[in-house]
């Protein structure tokens, strides 16, 4: 597996708009594939807010994604930036595709000399990110689901 940069495989983003929709759109009601398309058409640099990073296999097959934004919902601006949109595809979870994706975001947070990096997850993916090194930070309610916001020192990490 290797991670890569979308801006660098756009012939992938159809798609991964649409595992992200399907993913998370209910987080989301108004959301849609146009948008969904449109944001990660934009995501057009490298080590920068925003971006795309994507996961490989071999053969170029995409296995998973997650995205560094600014802003991840407008209920939660107070927080920022954003580990955003960590999508791993069925058939690839259990790899560590998840868990590669998300070092990668962190290391270029830190990179970009981001002190603390912010994500919302459901509650039962919150022992994943902690075994991963984030903290609780916040509760909110978005929608009909509540969300926990963790973060993370970007800084202790890189050193």
Known sequence: MRIAWLRDHPWHIEALAAGHLEAFGALIPDWDIVQAIAELRSHTRGCAIPTTLIALDDAGTWLGSVSLLQEDH??????????????????????GVGSALVARCVAEAAAL??????????TS???????????????????????????????????
């Not at 993916?125 to 973060?151: F, K, S």
């Open 74 to 95: 407008e209920h939660i601006r107070q927080y920022s930036p954003w580990l955003a949109t960590l999508y791993v595809r069925p058939a690839a979870r259990g790899q």
């Open 113 to 122: 000399q981001v002190a603390e990096l912010y994500l919302y997850c459901t």
């Open 125 to 159: 993916m919150a022992d994943w990110y902690r075994a991963l090194g984030w903290h609780d930070h916040d509760i909110v309610e978005l929608g009909p689901l509540q969300v926990r916001v963790m973060a993370i020192r970007c800084a202790a990490v890189a050193t």
